[in-house]
């Protein structure tokens, strides 16, 4: 599902697509019919324009406004048709469908469709000495069966460039060993909680107890299979807002939002809990260890990534050196 900030930019430039093309056609036919042949449709773009501009520039629910620029699209045409009602004005109403498959929306194009299949009943029976002189009544259903065609293409389209959208957002934002996330999904998620207002963030240092120990003992194929299931592990404690993320190597981070000052402490209890468990891999039982640390916020707004990252860095340190520590 794409986001405000996506639908924003789309509407900016659909509207500068629509304004292009109305612009040409107006002068055009400025210039074979004269400034008379652009009214009174002139008026309803420029009423249906100016308010979409605004409904744009003040980023009135993009969602919302979506849905009313390509509704004004085809309320233009039909104005256009009552207005001039000619074949080529008919063709053009043909391009709002394409043009709506800029959202990569199956439900916008789908509405599209219909709009155009409307229009074209519209054409065909109440304006059909004008547009469709030569054309016989029984033809009507290639114009329907060329409107479901297209908008079928456009949706199957649609899927297709969303599904490789889906797998480039895969390699983009997640770590190919394991499924975690990577840094720069770790910097946006960020970004993003910080603008959500939320009240605190804490952030875990996870760093594996001896790891290079089991890479040199059991080999890397061992150690990769075996950060695999840490993850696995992992996120089975992690609630659904968590974000877990692999750094580098045996080093991870977890991202935590709206929660008191206790709650890394027992999710802390709970990861070890969880990991504490023998790992059986390639017939090997393995047994694993991880020292945290955390960083804790309640100025959400004011936090700082990499402050954090290196505040809960020293943390899991001192805990992991405190370990090494035998007590006296």
């Known amino acids: 599902m794409i986001n405000n900030e996506l639908i924003h930019r789309r509407n900016k430039i659909l ?53 009313v620029l390509v509704s004004g699209m085809y309320m233009y045409f039909y104005f256009l048709f009552k207005d001039s009602p000619y074949l080529v004005n008919y063709l053009f109403m043909w391009l709002a469908l394409p043009l709506s498959a800029l959202y990569q929306s199956s439900r916008v194009v789908g509405m599209a469709g219909v709009y155009s299949i409307i229009l074209t009943f519209y054409a065909f029976f109440d304006l059909h000495n004008e547009i469709f002189p030569n054309v016989a009544n029984e033809d009507f259903i290639y114009l329907v ?34 499924g975690a ?4 999904f770790l910097t946006e998620k960020f970004a993003l909680l910080k603008d959500k207002k939320i009240h605190s963030i804490a952030l875990l240092f996870m760093d594996m107890n001896g790891f290079k120990k089991i890479n040199d003992t059991y080999g890397h194929e061992v150690g990769d299979q075996l950060l695999e299931t840490v993850v696995s ?16 190597g045996d080093e991870f981070v977890i991202v935590l939002s709206d929660i008191d000052n206790q709650i890394p402490k027992s999710l802390s209890e709970r ?3 969880a990991l504490e468990k023998p790992m059986i891999i390639n017939g090997q039982t393995i047994e694993v260890s991880a020292s945290i640390g955390w960083s804790y916020t309640t100025e959400a707004a004011q936090a700082h990534l990499e402050n954090m990252i290196k505040d809960a860095d020293q943390a899991m340190y001192k805990e992991k050196g405190s370990k090494l520590i035998p007590n006296t």
Not at 181 to 184: D, G, V
Request: hydrophobic fraction near 55%.
């Open 271 to 273: 990861i070890r809990i």
């Open 145 to 178: 069966l060329f409107g479901v065609f297209t908008t079928t293409f456009l949706l199957i389209f649609i899927h297709k460039i969303r599904e490789a959208n889906a797998k480039l957002q895969e390699l983009a934002y997640r770590d190919p060993l394991t």
């Open 15 to 67: 509207i500068i697509l629509i304004s292009v093309f109305y612009f040409i056609q107006a002068t055009i036919n400025i210039f074979i019919e004269g400034l008379a042949s652009i009214f009174p449709p002139a008026f309803v773009f420029i009423v249906i324009g100016l308010i979409l501009i605004q409904l744009i520039y003040k980023k009135v629910n993009p969602k919302a406004t979506m849905y």
């Open 233 to 248: 592990r992992v996120n089975g404690v992690l609630r659904e807002t968590d974000l877990l993320c692999r750094l580098g």
């Open 181 to 184: 996330a990577n840094r720069l």
